[in-house]
């Protein structure tokens, strides 16, 4: 298994073993590709994505379905028989209606997405169930990635559970519950000295060189990434087969965002909700922001950063899929934003006090950026909207440590209690 974008003959898969998908296609010039571990055109190096040929599915079929990802099987690019493959069996979480953080905010209808409870507890378990699905049926040996942190939790979970041998490459400076995350799945942990994208560069390099790995985000990155329209789908099934006026969703690689609006667009298509106009808005931390701020300088020109922020897992400066977020953004009538590090602080806690939510630093991203996006007239408060809370506050204790505590520590008496006067 190579990671050059020279065409595989499909063939030696086993049928089916992508399910409804039909092809690679080119999301700069629409070349076709065969289903393998390709994600760079031949002709021109645009990013490679999964096409298909949907068969008419409905809402009774869906709803009958497992409460995961897989009750969505039929859209995604994995076998029919994906749930007798041990694996996390990751989403169907929970779409809260978050009344309180509405009032404090000014939002009349607003929804928190609570991908907190994956089995790692990020939504990166979506995409790395796809991308295991995918290193399987492409006889992969081994199961790797380069990571900001939960992709590596991710990662190394599911390959310990599927029984496949599992290398992770982290930045070595990563908040140390998250490496424990890891470390406590493979003895595989690799931690790097540099940023992520240094260890990112490194990844493409080692899956140019040794046979038989699957990078999760590197050469089967077209089937990792479809996973994440699993979040749109359950959003718009959860809304009762609705889509939302307006969603934040935050911005690493640009990957998620992407491909929530995709799976809007298919939900469309397939006549599983009423076509409807929405809005995508991209939540970053202004010391990784390189999308938010091509975003108010209305180009299409990225410029890589290198990051400075406590938002470490959206902390990519040279996104992937950046540009198509811009599209999103500005097809759809949204915007890109971005915050300081103190609000992201602040609006953990808010989330926390308001909706009983520990978000870790990058749902305090998104759910700042929705606050910024109130207080800018960006964001119309009377429409339904939904905030995506992608990770869990456990995992990034640091951010506010320093901001919640104790209100006193007492002697165990009634008397030093009412002398604290606390309630
Ligand atoms: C990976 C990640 C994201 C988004 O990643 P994309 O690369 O933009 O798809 C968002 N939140 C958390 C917590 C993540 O780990
Ligand atoms: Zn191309």
Request: hydrophobic share 40%; aromatic share 6%.
């Amino acid at each position: 298994m190579s990671v050059v974008a020279e065409t595989a003959p499909s063939k030696t898969f086993r049928a089916g073993a992508f399910g409804n998908a039909r092809v690679l296609v080119c999301r700069e010039c629409s070349h076709e590709v065969d289903l393998g571990p390709h994600y760079a055109c031949p002709e021109c190096f645009g990013p490679l994505e999964v096409a298909y040929n949907f068969p008419h599915v409905t809402r009774e079929e869906i709803a009958a379905g497992p409460a995961n990802i897989w009750r969505y099987k039929a859209l995604l690019p994995v076998p029919s028989d994906i749930e007798q493959s041990p694996n996390m069996e990751p989403g169907f979480t929970r779409l809260l209606k978050a009344d309180n953080l509405g009032r404090e905010l000014g939002i009349d209808n607003l929804w928190v997405k609570d991908d907190s409870t994956n089995p790692t507890n990020s939504f990166k378990d979506r995409v790395v169930a796809c991308a295991l699905s995918a290193a399987r049926e492409l006889g992969a040996k081994v199961f790797a990635c380069p990571s900001t942190g939960n992709l590596a939790n991710a990662v190394a979970a599911a390959g310990a559970r599927a029984g496949i041998k599992t290398v992770v490459f982290i930045p070595s400076n990563l908040e140390q519950p998250k490496q424990v995350n890891s470390a406590v799945f493979t003895d595989r942990l690799v931690a790097v000295n540099g940023n992520y994208d240094d260890v990112n560069k490194l990844a493409s390099e080692i899956a140019g060189e040794e046979e038989g790995w699957a990078f999760v985000n590197v050469n089967v990155r077209p089937f990792y990434a479809e996973g994440s329209k699993t979040l749109g789908y359950e959003i718009a099934e959860q809304l009762g087969w609705r889509l939302p006026d307006q969603i934040v969703i935050p911005v690493a690689s640009g990957s998620q965002l992407t491909k929530v609006d995709k799976s809007f667009q298919e939900l469309i298509k397939l006549g599983l909700v009423e076509d409807k106009p929405y809005r995508v808005y991209g939540a970053q931390a202004t010391g990784c922001s390189p999308v938010s701020v091509a975003y108010k300088a209305a180009t299409d020109a990225i410029r890589p950063v290198k990051p400075d922020t406590i938002a470490k897992s959206l902390a990519i400066g040279n996104p992937a899929d950046g540009i198509y977020v811009l599209d999103v953004c500005r097809r759809t009538g949204g915007a890109v934003e971005d915050i300081s590090d103190d609000e992201v602080r602040a609006a953990i806690v808010l989330l926390a006090r308001t909706e009983g939510i520990f978000t870790e630093t990058a749902g305090g991203t998104t759910v700042g950026v929705l606050k910024k996006l109130v207080e800018t007239g960006q964001l119309d408060t009377t429409l339904e909207t939904v905030v995506i809370n992608t990770g869990h506050g456990l995992k990034t204790l640091d951010a506010v440590s320093d901001r919640v505590s104790a209100a006193a520590t007492i002697e165990p008496t009634y008397s030093a209690f009412t002398a604290a006067n606390l309630v």
